[in-house]
């Protein structure tokens, strides 16, 4: 069964400054695909980043980009230059072959402190 | 491009009482998913439809909970009789085909439902 952890729970981050939040994911299906959204306050899930099982370079859009480890399942979202608005909640997902439906992690809330 | 709108957006009931949510996806999209947010906790799916053909699922209590996609466009998510522990945020989502390891899914702003 596919499985996704978020260990941080809360983090808190400098305006500004860099950011990691950590993913490990459990599958036994070699092909999938890792998405992290955003949650603000006001409930609407906001599509961040993907990143293929079969990708070879880690993806990057933007500030946002992904540090997939293949061997180590994990796939962190580094955020760089960190900005007020980036306060939210974040959580990490995975998507198999059929269907396509999301499984997602418990998520990680951000704190951008000016 | 409209987004995937909801409504209502906030519902209180009392428990054993029925409520419905109602859902419309972006145009054109053929892959309509409801998911249930409880509070601390990750979505997780309850329903996926391909136009208006249920894909899975295996994870909607239907003891309690039913939905329809009549015509392949908007969709009904309904409860009834509602428990305490139906007091979460019901998001909808669609993509435009489904089935696709890399499409995305486009969420709308969810319904808070509170269960007294």
């Known amino acids: 069964a596919q499985k996704i952890t978020q260990t941080q729970p809360g983090m808190f981050v400098q305006e500004k400054e860099a950011v990691t939040l950590d993913c490990t994911y459990d599958t036994s299906d070699p092909s999938y695909g890792l998405f992290w959204y955003k949650q603000p306050s006001s409930g609407e899930m906001i599509f961040l980043i993907y990143q293929g099982s079969y990708d070879q370079q880690n993806a990057t859009e933007g500030r946002y980009s992904l540090n997939f480890q293949k061997a180590r399942k994990s796939a962190n979202l580094v955020i760089s230059a960190s900005q007020l608005g980036d306060s939210a909640m974040y959580f990490c997902a995975m998507s198999q072959e059929y269907g396509n439906k999301l499984v997602f992690g418990a998520g990680t809330i951000l704190r951008v402190k000016s | 491009e409209a987004g995937v709108a909801q409504s209502p957006r906030y519902k209180i009931i009392e428990k054993r009482q029925s409520v419905a949510f109602w859902c419309n996806p972006i145009?054109?999209?053929?892959?309509l998913y409801w998911y249930q947010q409880i509070l601390g906790q990750g979505p997780k799916l309850l329903i996926q439809f391909q136009n208006n053909g249920v894909v899975d699922d295996s994870q909607l209590p239907k003891d309690r909970f039913s939905a329809e996609r009549l015509k392949g466009v908007d969709s009904t998510l309904k409860i009834q009789p509602a428990k305490l522990e139906d007091s979460a945020v019901y998001l909808c989502a669609s993509s435009l085909h489904g089935g696709r390891l890399q499409e995305t899914q486009y969420f709308g702003p969810g319904t808070r439902l509170l269960v007294l």
């Open positions: 145009s054109g999209h053929a892959t």
